[in-house]
């Protein structure tokens, strides 16, 4: 079959006509992965599922992967396990002080991806929250 769809033919059916010849030729033998099952779907799309297993194989952060409105949002999340592991109120207020720098900083670039809805942390509630976590454990 030639390289390109010839007219007055459906897409699928060209498309489905080359795989067929090409599985009779052979061209799908000894392939890697043959004859094991398919990852469990994720509710991604194929491309995503392989760069999330990809990014994972490599010992990385999916999180790297968000745009940056949603990583900022996911970070503000996890603020609270991240204060737990500081040791003194400094250490706090630098992490809460660095976290509203970036994100007054993406407000004000802020072109592409989902809207940027994230608010500044509040230093002195999270220093409070923080100081609350220590004194009941």
Request: overall charge positive.
């Given at each position: 079959?030639?390289?390109?769809?010839?007219?007055?033919?459906?897409?699928?059916?060209?498309?489905?006509?080359?795989?067929?010849?090409?599985?009779?030729?052979?061209?799908?033998?000894?392939?890697?992965?043959?004859?094991?099952?398919?990852?469990?779907?994720?509710?991604?799309?194929?491309?995503?599922?392989?760069?999330?297993?990809?990014?994972?194989?490599?010992?990385?952060?999916?999180?790297?992967?968000?745009?940056?409105?949603?990583?900022?949002?996911?970070?503000?999340?996890?603020?609270?396990?991240?204060?737990?592991?500081?040791?003194?109120?400094?250490?706090?207020?630098?992490?809460?002080?660095?976290?509203?720098?970036?994100?007054?900083?993406?407000?004000?670039?802020?072109?592409?991806?989902?809207?940027?809805?994230?608010?500044?942390?509040?230093v002195e509630e999270a220093l409070e929250d923080w100081r609350r976590s220590r004194a009941a454990s």
């Amino acid at each position: 079959m030639s390289g390109r769809k010839p007219p007055k033919v459906s897409f699928r059916w060209w498309v489905d006509r080359q795989i067929a010849e090409a599985r009779e030729r052979g061209e799908f033998d000894d392939l890697p992965g043959t004859g094991k099952p398919l990852p469990k779907p994720t509710g991604n799309d194929a491309a995503t599922d392989w760069v999330l297993r990809e990014v994972r194989k490599g010992g990385h952060d999916t999180k790297a992967l968000l745009p940056p409105a949603l990583a900022l949002k996911r970070e503000v999340q996890d603020l609270p396990a991240r204060l737990a592991g500081e040791r003194t109120e400094r250490q706090v207020r630098d992490v809460v002080e660095e976290l509203n720098t970036r994100i007054r900083q993406a407000y004000l670039n802020h072109h592409t991806g989902p809207p940027l809805t994230v608010a500044l942390v509040d230093v002195e509630e999270a220093l409070e929250d923080w100081r609350r976590s220590r004194a009941a454990s």
